[in-house]
């Protein structure tokens, strides 16, 4: 039972390129999220999914979208990275709208 | 507009001795709050959480406490040992329309020193 994975680890992108991160979990639940953490911020919520098929903005959702084919899996996409997406980004899956369980997290670097 | 604060960045305590971090809040809809802790180059991990209808809550040694009039929780880590050297952040949660979503603290260095 691995819980949530996130690949990659790390990334370096240039302005401009675009990238997905995966977030996959064995858990069998129905709501995912994926987050952004920033120096001296806490966790900011991009965007959900509350089912397969589903996805939902969330606190800062701007140039990134989010798709979920398939419900062990969330990914979230940037289509042109931009230097202030430079962050470690957390994904995160729960059974309720309780308890979260959280990622290792991917740093990403955009030059 | 922060709705969920963490008012102190860092704490140092000795080991053996009791840790208090604190979290305020502004959203009167919060009705659900829990404590991450999160070591270097994890994820955070869930460690305790408290609904609005207690005012306190225990797991080990840890205890959460919830004063809904002062919109304030603090979390008691008792005795504090090194491994509880973390970073713990405070998440609420309103019931309703964006259920869904966890609002987060800044979060509270906690070094406990052997």
């Known amino acids: 039972n691995a819980g949530v994975t996130q690949t990659p680890k790390f990334r370096v992108l240039k302005t401009g390129q675009s990238m997905t991160l995966l977030c996959a979990q064995d858990?069998?639940?129905?709501?995912m999220y994926w987050y952004r953490q920033d120096p001296g911020m806490g966790l900011r919520l991009i965007h959900y999914?509350?089912?397969?098929?589903?996805?939902a903005k969330g606190e800062v959702p701007d140039g990134y979208n989010v798709s979920r084919l398939k419900k062990q899996n969330f990914l979230l996409g940037l289509e042109s990275a931009a230097p202030s997406q430079t962050s470690v980004y957390f994904c995160?899956?729960?059974?309720?709208?309780?308890?979260?369980?959280f990622g290792p997290g991917t740093r990403l670097t955009v030059l | 507009d922060q709705q969920v604060k963490q008012n102190s960045p860092s704490l140092s305590v000795q080991e053996g001795r009791i840790s208090i971090l604190n979290c305020d809040y502004t959203?009167?809809?919060?009705?659900?709050f829990l404590w991450y802790k999160k070591y270097p180059a994890e994820g955070p991990t869930f460690l305790i959480s408290?609904?609005?209808?207690?005012d306190k809550n225990e797991d080990g040694r840890f205890t959460v406490f919830l004063n809904k009039s002062a919109k304030h929780l603090s979390l008691h880590i008792v005795p504090s040992q090194p491994g509880d050297s973390a970073v713990y952040f405070c998440?609420?949660?309103?019931?309703?329309?964006?259920?869904?979503?966890?609002?987060f603290g800044k979060g509270t260095k906690l070094s406990v020193i052997p």
């Open positions: 995160a899956s729960s059974e309720s709208h309780n308890e979260q369980f």
């Open positions: 408290i609904s609005s209808i207690k």
């Open positions: 999914s509350v089912g397969e098929g589903t996805t």
């Open positions: 858990m069998n639940h129905e709501y």
């Open positions: 998440a609420a949660r309103s019931s309703g329309a964006g259920s869904y979503q966890l609002t």
């Open positions: 959203n009167s809809m919060f009705d659900y």
